[in-house]
T-cell receptor, first 114, second 111 residues
Framework: EAGVVQSPRYKIIEKKQPVAFWCNPI?????LYWYRQNLGQGPELLIR????????DSQLPKDRFSAERLKGVDSTLKIQPAELGDSAVYLC????????????FGPGTRLTVL | KNEVEQSPQNLTAQEGEFITINCSYS?????LHWLQQHPGGGIVSLFM?????KKHGRLIATINIQEKHSSLHITASHPRDSAVYIC?????????????WGLGTSLAVNP
């Protein structure tokens, strides 16, 4: 069974440019998470979807970040415009449901903003 | 004080050694996750457990709900076990089903 797929794996952009990350969760997983992980820190939840509904986006910087999961499967996370401080690893995870259900993580996208 | 604390923060071992990583938490939980993160970012879920003990290959995880403590053991450690091991528990505060993450234990196994 395929795991969580993310692309690209690495992205280098200049500040003020837009960037988008894509995630394909494990088939059948209705809960999808986007995390940001800064160097030396634990992942920080940006947004959680239950199917196509964003049920927790309290930590998403809405002035420049947006996300969508239109058909309740794949999801994209966008930053526009990117800032130097956005350099981090962006992780996507999925689970059968929220709460105590086991989360399965993708390989992450390492973003470097120059 | 973090709600999830891990020890040690860093650990260096020789190949073949038995390794123990500890996790203590202060919140009520229904389950606890152990995850592994290699350099490069990818996170792999190792265990999710709510009681007792689970074993997968050379990895063993135990949890004591009453003491709010869990341990991750690696038997016959190998250099490929070198990674950051993270303990995480779900927070049910309000409607936010977030994971509360420990800061991780960085393990280096030398040949």
């Amino acid at each position: 069974e395929a795991g969580v797929v993310q692309s690209p794996r690495y992205k280098i952009i200049e500040k003020k440019q837009p960037v988008a990350f894509w995630c394909n969760p494990i088939s059948g997983h209705n809960t999808l998470y986007w995390y940001r992980q800064n160097l030396g820190q634990g992942p920080e939840l940006l947004i959680r979807y239950e199917n196509e509904e964003a049920v927790d986006d309290s930590q998403l910087p809405k002035d420049r970040f947006s996300a969508e999961r239109l058909k309740g499967v794949d999801s994209t996370l966008k930053i526009q415009p990117a800032e130097l401080g956005d350099s981090a690893v962006y992780l996507c995870a999925s689970s059968l449901g929220a709460g105590a259900n086991e989360q399965f993580f993708g390989p992450g996208t390492r973003l470097t903003v120059l | 004080k973090n709600e999830v604390e891990q020890s040690p923060q860093n650990l260096t071992a020789q190949e073949g050694e038995f390794i123990t990583i500890n996790c203590s938490y202060s919140v009520g939980i229904s389950a606890l996750h152990w995850l592994q993160q290699h350099p490069g970012g990818g996170i792999v879920s190792l265990f999710m457990l709510s009681s007792g003990k689970k074993k997968h290959g050379r990895l063993i995880a135990t949890i004591n709900i009453q003491e709010k403590h869990s341990s991750l053991h690696i038997t016959a450690s190998h250099p490929r076990d070198s990674a950051v091991y993270i303990c995480a528990v779900p927070s049910n505060a309000g409607n936010n089903r977030k994971l509360i993450w420990g800061l991780g234990t960085s393990l280096a196994v030398n040949p």
